[in-house]
Nanobody
Framework: QVQLVESGGGLVQAGGSLRLSCAASGSIFVITAMGWYRQAPGKQRDLVAT???????NYAASVKGRFTISRDNGKNTVALQMNSLKPEDTAVYYC????????WGQGTQVTVSS
């Protein structure tokens, strides 16, 4: 099992920035990629960004150029720097680790006011 604990999030005005962090513990040796997903009220959970063990990244089109995912393999952490935030970025953000299966954090709320 892999445990994920998120931090960061909160309320910010449009155009502002926030940084999310996630720390992994447990059977971290099974992890091949980590990432962030988000779920807005009444909508499905969507991919935001992922980063592999080798550092390859993938972003949703809606956040490309505004969000940056990074990873510290030594500390088993992954971060998401979110700039130029828009009201449509409002959602619960979930940290994800993928190994033999998906593991999820508890989620952290990000609210962007217009």
């Amino acid at each position: 099992q892999v445990q994920l604990v998120e931090s960061g999030g909160g309320l910010v005005q449009a155009g502002g920035s926030l940084r999310l962090s996630c720390a992994a513990s447990g059977s971290i040796f099974v992890i091949t990629a980590m990432g962030w997903y988000r779920q807005a009220p009444g909508k499905q959970r969507d991919l935001v960004a992922t980063i592999s063990n080798s550092g390859s990244t993938n972003y949703a089109a809606s956040v490309k150029g505004r969000f940056t995912i990074s990873r510290d393999n030594g500390k088993n952490t992954v971060a998401l720097q979110m700039n130029s935030l828009k009201p449509e970025d409002t959602a619960v953000y979930y940290c994800n680790a993928f190994g033999r299966s998906h593991f999820w954090g508890q989620g952290t709320q990000v609210t962007v006011s217009s």
